[in-house]
């Protein structure tokens, strides 16, 4: 088929390399136009869509947005069948979804029609969900409100990072997405409504999140912990220096919330503990626990902020 990709992370690259392999047409592939990047923001960084795009000498387009006539009249002339969607980052207007006669497919990463929106993975493992998935659905004008065409289930584990979810979901993400454009080549690919029950945002990360309250129970410090990592990090005050938190588990323990309870960095929470397994001070490496508390020097009793 011919096809129109739209994506601009990491979790989108291997999708539009999934449809190269199938041998479908690329007509053109829009990203997000590239970014300052480096120390001194001097050098622009293209995103992992425009790379892996440029790289195949596919034509690459990076509006800043859709909703003007000189985009959509772009957009239009190639003529693609169907345009395939992937945390692409833009809105698209009714005059865009039009365009494909097959529609425009969007992979999203969770069990619509919980967490619709920007960051449904970290979302997910913040909320302490115990699953999650990738779902194949029509857009439609409304926020991952459309129907549904294809999905796969897969369980979160109680430890599991939104990094590592995140890697796991990429890759069943490019599989059920050839998937589903073969099937809409067949001319057999069904769609069902999204239920109106259980429906959540996904909001955007806000930096004023990542803060540790060491006040809620373990189980909530924990899941944020892992939430967050390993971007932006969820942080903790040591000496006026955060420290980033980027692997944890949840064990026995009790005293003041942010006390150290023992010498192998567990810390109190509100209700229960958490045993930080891995840790970033600013400008540095991540290490272990045991590396930390060394170069630290801290000792039980001791209080995290």
């Not at 493992?125 to 029509?138: Q, Y």
Request: proline share 8%.
């Amino acid at each position: 088929m011919r096809l129109v990709f739209m994506g601009t992370p990491e979790f989108a690259a291997p999708v539009l390399f999934e449809l190269v392999g199938q041998g479908h047409e690329i007509a053109g592939v829009y990203t997000r136009a590239p970014k300052p990047a480096g120390r001194r923001g001097m050098e622009l960084t293209k995103t992992p869509v425009h790379q892996l795009a440029e790289g195949f000498n596919f034509p690459v387009f990076t509006p800043r947005t859709f909703r003007d006539p000189e985009t959509l009249e772009a957009f239009a002339e190639l003529e693609p069948e169907a345009a395939i969607v992937v945390a692409y980052g833009l809105i698209l207007p009714r005059e865009a979804l039009d365009v494909p006669p097959l529609g425009c497919l969007n992979l999203h990463a969770s069990l619509l029609p919980r967490w619709r929106g920007a960051a449904p993975i970290q979302r997910a493992v913040m909320a302490g969900d115990a699953e999650t998935g990738v779902m194949v659905m029509r857009m439609e004008e409304g926020l991952d409100a459309g129907p549904v065409a294809m999905a796969e289930r897969v369980a979160i584990g109680p430890d599991e990072t939104a990094g590592e979810l995140h890697d796991r979901l990429k890759t069943i993400g490019a599989d059920l997405m050839g998937r589903a454009v073969a099937a809409l080549g067949r001319g057999s690919l069904s769609f069902r409504p999204q239920g109106q029950e259980g429906v959540t945002y996904a909001a955007k990360i806000d930096k004023a999140e990542a803060r540790i309250d060491w006040s809620r129970p373990a189980r909530q410090v924990h899941d944020r912990i892992r939430g967050l990592s390993p971007f932006p990090g969820a942080w903790f005050e040591l000496g006026g220096e955060r420290v980033k938190v980027l692997r944890s588990t949840r064990v026995d323990g009790a005293g003041r919330p942010g006390e150290l309870v023992d010498d192998r960095l567990t810390v109190a929470c509100g209700e229960g503990a958490v045993r930080l397994l891995q840790v970033q001070r600013a400008g540095k490496a991540p290490v272990d626990a045991q590396s930390f508390l060394n170069g630290a020097r801290l000792r039980p009793g001791a209080a995290l902020t």
